[in-house]
């Protein structure tokens, strides 16, 4: 297996270079070297996600990716065009990497610099030091628990930080357990290479909310970093996407843009195979379940496992293609009923569109969306209240019934709210209006239901429609590119 395989490699060549350098000698030069570089800082705004862009010209995954490329020249337009954070490899046989990469690097750039490297042993996080990084990354799946500390706090002593790497709900309750302040989730598993897609949506809430969440492999396009903005990560880092295009200012453009300024799509009201197959086909990001009785939308909590599995393309979705994060909605219903069918149906989120208390919210085991609407300016300091317990406010059109009706919301009350905080705007979207409502209000998302519908059926015409119409007019598309 890959993993034992490098590790008993890394151990030979500590053999070697632990006779050519004493530790005491090494330890001095590591005591040496100027302060770090403070890597907390490259992550403000903690609102924002950060890039952290590496170099790296090979992967035993990928094989050779970038064969010419120039490691000093490489970060340097990593950090031109807005990196926070360059990773390094330095790991020689499998990821052609070199230790004098990282002080090139480290000597040209002025950001924190990440030695990224399979480190077992303290004689490593002494070399990192020596060789100028101001963090290192301890990967979860080879240490223990005591090592894990041990590393941990030496990385500490020499005032660098730690990027924790996990990818399983163990491993990130052992990186909590460590005092890590900076969790990696690698949706790679280095021992089978496998992505998995879903886990950063998997584990983000068992992540403490103050420490910094970095996104880890696989990112290339803007579908994935939309994503990223809906699992509320302060990082990414993203390797292969920059070193093998052929432009790397745009692909960072499109991910820094993508990740911190695109628009998601919820289409709600879902109750059928075709209506579905229609969202997910188009590319929408969540998909809403309506479990209101007394709406034509409803959908039984217990039919909604059968009917995702009916829809082909939400059961079995293209390679590539990753799957909608789902959002029940209801309207005044007991806290442990919601709960309930949250667990029944896997949802992924829960919407309260009645008039559900901020304490309300907090019972609810889900991150949540609570919908308000906003009549008059008075309405706006409403939201304070909510917006410490609600994952995201959305705002609604005023009716007595609710929300669905069609009629379009107080886009310049929304727009105010929207200025500091991430809204979802909903009522009366439509193709025809959205491209106005996402200039004028500029939201973190959209949520539509009758617009999408004709004679009170979805229509998958328009739902394709409306999705493209939201990617061409957001500052980036589905490829990302302006
Ligand atoms: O090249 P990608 O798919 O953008 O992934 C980058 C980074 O996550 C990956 O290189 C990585 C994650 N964890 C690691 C541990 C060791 C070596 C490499 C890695």
Same mark, same amino acid.
């Given at each position: 297996m890959f993993l034992d395989k490098i590790v008993e490699q890394t151990r030979k060549d500590l053999i070697q270079r632990k006779a050519e350098l004493p530790l005491e000698q090494l330890q001095q030069l590591a005591l040496e070297q100027p302060r770090p570089r403070d890597v907390l800082e490259a992550f403000e705004p903690? $609102?924002?996600? =950060? *890039?952290?862009?590496e170099v790296k010209r090979a992967s035993p995954s990928k094989g050779i990716l970038a064969p010419d490329l120039d490691p000093v020249e490489t970060a340097l337009l990593y950090e031109r065009n807005g990196a926070s954070v360059i990773s390094v490899l330095t790991e020689p046989h499998f990821f052609l990497g070199s230790p004098e990469y990282l002080t090139a690097i480290k000597n040209a750039v002025s950001i924190p610099v990440l030695r990224k490297d399979f480190i077992i042993d303290e004689y490593q996080v002494y070399?990192?030091? /020596?060789?100028?990084? $101001? !963090? &290192?990354?301890?990967?979860? @799946?080879? *240490?223990?628990?005591q090592q894990l500390r041990l590393l941990h706090q030496r990385a500490n002593a020499l005032r660098m930080r730690v990027l924790?790497?996990? =990818? +399983?709900?163990e491993e990130a309750q052992r990186a909590i $357990? /460590?005092? @890590? !302040?900076? &969790?990696?989730?690698? %949706?790679?598993?280095? @021992? +089978?290479?496998? !992505?998995?897609?879903?886990? *950063?949506r998997d584990i983000r809430e068992m992540l403490p909310r103050n420490?910094?969440?970095v996104a880890e492999s696989g990112i290339h396009t803007g579908a994935d970093v939309r994503r990223l903005s809906r699992y509320d990560v302060q990082a990414m880092l993203v390797g292969e996407s920059l070193v093998v295009s052929n432009n790397i200012p745009d692909q960072i453009d499109m991910l820094l843009q993508g990740a911190n300024? %695109?628009?998601?799509?919820?289409?709600c009201g879902l109750h059928d195979t075709a209506g579905i197959n229609a969202a997910v086909d188009a590319?929408?990001?969540? *998909?809403?379940l309506i479990f209101y009785e007394p709406s034509h939308r409803y959908i039984a909590p217990e039919q909604v496992p059968a009917l995702l599995k009916a829809s082909q393309s939400y059961s079995q979705s293209a390679s590539g293609q990753v799957r909608p994060d789902l959002v029940g909605v209801f309207v005044n219903k007991d806290a442990s009923y919601i709960n309930d069918v949250v667990e029944q149906v896997g949802l992924h989120y829960v919407q309260l569109h009645g008039n559900e208390s901020p304490e309300f919210c907090q019972q609810i085991k889900r991150p949540v969306i609570k919908a308000l609407s906003l009549k008059e300016q008075a309405d706006l300091s409403l939201m304070a209240a909510y917006q410490k317990v609600a994952w995201r406010l959305l705002i609604d059109t005023p009716t007595p019934n609710w929300g669905g009706t069609g009629l379009t919301s107080n886009w310049e009350l929304a727009r105010q709210a929207a200025q500091h905080s991430k809204i979802i705007l909903a009522g009366g979207l439509t193709v025809e209006n959205v491209s106005a409502a996402i200039?004028?209000?500029q939201p973190w998302g959209l949520d539509v239901s009758s617009g999408v519908e004709t004679n009170k059926q979805k229509d998958i015409h328009k739902i394709a429609a409306f999705v493209a119409q939201v990617r061409s007019s957001s500052i980036v598309g589905e490829q990302g590119r302006r």
């Open positions: 903690r $609102d924002k996600i =950060h *890039l952290i862009a070399e990192a030091r /020596a060789w100028g990084a $101001d !963090m &290192i990354l301890l990967i979860c @799946a080879i *240490l223990d628990d924790v790497e996990v =990818h +399983s709900r $357990d /460590a005092g @890590a !302040m900076i &969790i990696g989730v690698n %949706s790679r598993d280095l @021992a +089978s290479f496998e !992505m998995n897609p879903y886990l *950063l420490q910094i969440i300024h %695109s628009t998601q799509v919820k289409i590319g929408a990001d969540l *998909l809403g200039q004028q209000v």
